[in-house]
């Protein structure tokens, strides 16, 4: 009777040594725990693929290194299988004075000398099988846009996980891994997540965009004499346009609707690009007169002037007798100030 007696407030006092059942999701080593000697930490391992960590220690006695890769050394005690979730039970001890190292279940441990803290993993349980790689997080996008619309990634994936831009909900394509995705048609694109050391993909994080087809542009052609320059304009259902001398990979010449050509001694094609503008959060378009007084308005080339170098340069288009037009340059909310002139005399 008094042996039971005795057992049972061992039992009690080794059970009080470990931390409330709490689960530790894996801090990769121990190190951070280093003077909590005899507390055991349950600690959540995923042990899908091969781990990378070092280990040292672990053979002519079970301790290892504090600082030693937690993953590593469950594999290296244990031969665990890889493929699943463990929950291993890990013993801070103190420092010792020697770890010796050698090759077990696949794992090479390596000897150090000294080192101020160690760790002993006494057991371990099967949580689950192998998990499925980290869903990545919801891409943004500058959508609405005009010919293109550029995708970005939010956050980081897993150091071991690549994430894929896709462009159905159940491809694997590992073609495009970039930052960004610049897509110049309307649906839906998707981001999957693949771990390569198991060839597992995850689920899809996916966003619908919506990509405006600019209409071409259209721009009459001037007869010259040699030795002469012209001016050239575009108009289309956007006000935004730019001047090249190739129909694509060419030079850009101008921007703005008015293209006025150098003297020319032979004949000479040129082409026009309409675009739209992408809008910052809070930009702020200031119109003017443009240096004009009267009851007529600036001519193109007065307001080409007056705005070169502003956030309206090269899209404002003049017509008839100075009316501006400028197109909205995407989707939102704005917001119109409008201040009128004082009376005058005569």
């Known amino acids: ?7 049972a407030i061992a039992f009690l006092c080794l059970i009080s040594w470990i931390v409330n059942g709490q689960i530790i999701n894996d801090p990769g080593n121990m ?6 000697n ?7 391992i995923d042990l899908t693929c091969v781990p990378t960590g070092s280990v040292w220690g672990g053979c002519s006695s079970t301790y290892y290194t504090d600082d030693s890769n937690i993953k590593a050394a469950a594999r290296h005690a244990f031969g665990l299988s890889y493929g699943g979730i463990y929950i291993v039970y890990v013993e801070i001890r103190p420092g010792q004075g ?14 150090y000398a000294a080192w101020p803290g160690s760790y002993v993993i006494t057991g371990y349980t099967q949580e689950s099988g192998s998990s499925v790689p980290k869903t990545p997080d919801t891409p943004t996008s500058d959508s609405p846009g005009c010919g293109s619309v550029t995708l970005s990634k939010t956050g980081t994936p897993p150091v071991d996980q690549t994430w894929y831009w896709e462009t159905s909900a159940t491809g694997t394509s590992t073609n495009n891994s970039s930052g960004t995705y610049v897509v110049s048609t309307s ?14 993909w995850s689920n899809t994080a996916s966003l619908a965009v919506v990509v405006d087809a600019a209409d071409p542009p259209t721009a009459s052609g001037k007869t010259i004499y040699a030795g002469n320059s012209t001016s050239l304009t ?3 259902s956007y006000g935004n346009y730019r001047w090249y001398d190739a129909p694509s990979g060419g030079n850009l010449l101008q921007t703005g609707a008015l293209y006025s050509t150098p003297t020319l001694n032979q004949t000479t094609d040129y082409y026009a ?3 739209t503008q992408a809008l910052a959060p809070s930009s702020t378009y200031t119109f003017t007169n443009c240096g004009v007084f009267g009851r007529l308005g600036p001519n193109q080339t007065q307001a080409n002037s007056a705005y070169s170098g502003t956030s309206l340069s090269g ?17 939102g909310s704005y917001t119109i100030d409008a201040y009128g002139a004082q009376g005058g005399t005569v």
């Open 187 to 200: 649906g839906t694109y998707y981001l999957r997540s693949y771990r390569s050391c198991d060839a597992v």
């Open 234 to 236: 575009a108009s289309g």
């Open 273 to 275: 690009e309409a675009y």
């Open 315 to 331: 899209s404002v288009t003049i017509y008839g007798s100075g009316i501006q037009k400028w197109i909205v340059p995407s989707t």
């Open 98 to 111: 020697s770890y010796t190292g050698c090759l077990l279940n696949g794992i090479t441990s390596q000897n």
């Open 31 to 36: 190190v951070s725990y280093r003077g909590n």
């Open 38 to 44: 005899s507390v055991t930490y349950s600690i959540r």
């Open 1 to 7: 009777m008094k042996i039971n007696k005795i057992f």
